[in-house]
T-cell receptor, first 110, second 110 residues
Framework: DAGVTQSPTHLIKTRGQQVTLRCSPKSGHDTVSWYQQALGQGPQFIFQYYEEEERQRGNFPDRFSGHQFPNYSSELNVNALLLGDSALYLC?????????FGPGTRLTVT | EDQVTQSPEALRLQEGESSSLNCSYTVSGLRGLFWYRQDPGKGPEFLFTLYSAGEEKEKERLKATLTKKESFLHITAPKPEDSATYLCAASSGSARQLTFGSGTQLTVLP
């Protein structure tokens, strides 16, 4: 049973550019959440998708947007990248309360 | 606003030296208290969910307990392979996101 997968593994972008990160949930899971983790910190909630709609959103600007597809996979888009957006971006999938995380995408903004 | 605080920030143990990690939480209506293990550069790995005060769960050398204000992760006779960052997270009320602490970085020396 494949767990949560994310692509790409690593990404280097320039300030002002746009980026798209992708996530495939664990089999049987219908909910996808995205988190940002800065070095040495715990993950911070960005938003959650369920039935192709954004169900809940954390304290992140509108530059962060997402999408969920009919097969439950999801994308995270970040526009107008800032240096401070450099972080590990984590996707988590769930059916009920328990969230299972993917390996993350390491984004570096130069 | 939900808050989760973990202590200590870092802990160094000798192999076989048992200890406990602390997670204090302030949430409105706890839905679940979660423990994760995270290795460097990887996504958090799910360990336990606790739902009500007095509940305990065990897995190999780890035991998690929950009170109305705190959770403890007890590590019995740790081995070097237990070295990792241990993250605590809470979900509350109608909120579906996880609020994380900053983690405890555990190092077990041979």
């Amino acid at each position: 049973d494949a767990g949560v997968t994310q692509s790409p593994t690593h990404l280097i972008k320039t300030r002002g550019q746009q980026v798209t990160l992708r996530c495939s949930p664990k089999s049987g899971h219908d909910t996808v959440s995205w988190y940002q983790q800065a070095l040495g910190q715990g993950p911070q909630f960005i938003f959650q998708y369920y039935e192709e709609e954004e169900r809940q959103r954390g304290n992140f600007p509108d530059r962060f947007s997402g999408h969920q597809f009919p097969n439950y996979s999801s994308e995270l888009n970040v526009n107008a990248l800032l240096l401070g957006d450099s972080a590990l971006y984590l996707c988590a999938s769930s059916m009920d309360n328990e969230q299972y995380f993917g390996p993350g995408t390491r984004l570096t903004v130069t | 606003e939900d808050q989760v605080t973990q202590s200590p920030e870092a802990l160094r143990l000798q192999e076989g030296e048992s200890s406990s990690l602390n997670c204090s939480y302030t949430v409105s209506g706890l839905r679940g208290l979660f423990w994760y293990r995270q290795d460097p550069g990887k996504g958090p790995e799910f360990l336990f969910t606790l739902y009500s005060a007095g509940e305990e769960k065990e897995k190999e050398r780890l035991k998690a307990t929950l009170t109305k204000k705190e959770s403890f992760l007890h590590i019995t006779a740790p081995k070097p392979e237990d070295s990792a960052t241990y993250l605590c997270a809470a979900s509350s009320g109608s909120a579906r996101q996880l609020t994380f602490g900053s983690g405890t970085q555990l190092t077990v020396l041979p």
